[in-house]
Nanobody, 125 residues
């Protein structure tokens, strides 16, 4: 069993930055890749960025490339999402999901086994 807890969301003006954290627990977390998804009101949950356990496999949604950076510190069981140059369309609830590392980093949410409760990001224009 893996438990995930997100934090770091908040209200920020357009052009600002936030850093989200996803802290994992459970003895099997060390064998999981992790991805950030987001869900805006009335929309489906979408893939934002993902990182493998070893950090040798990283993927981003096209619209966040160059603005968002995903990283992880396995000594702290923490995955980070640094978000810069935030835009109003980045407003959403952000979730982290975990998937066995050998499954890669699929773009569809149903592939992920465990989820956190989400953290709200609101970007004002």
């Amino acid at each position: 069993q893996v438990q995930l807890v997100e934090s770091g969301g908040g209200l920020v003006q357009a052009g600002g930055s936030l850093r989200l954290l996803c802290v994992g627990s459970g003895r099997t977390f060390s064998s999981y890749g992790t991805a950030w998804f987001r869900q805006a009101p009335g929309k489906e949950r979408e893939f934002v960025a993902g990182i493998s356990w070893s950090s040798d496999n990283i993927h981003y949604k096209t619209s966040v490339k160059g603005r968002f950076t995903i990283a992880r510190d396995n000594t702290k069981n923490t995955v980070y999402l640094q978000m810069n140059s935030l835009q109003s369309e980045d407003t959403a609830v952000y979730y982290c999901g975990a998937i066995p590392d050998e499954m890669g980093l699929p773009l569809w949410e149903r592939a992920y086994n465990f989820w956190g409760q989400g953290t709200q990001v609101t970007v004002s224009s």
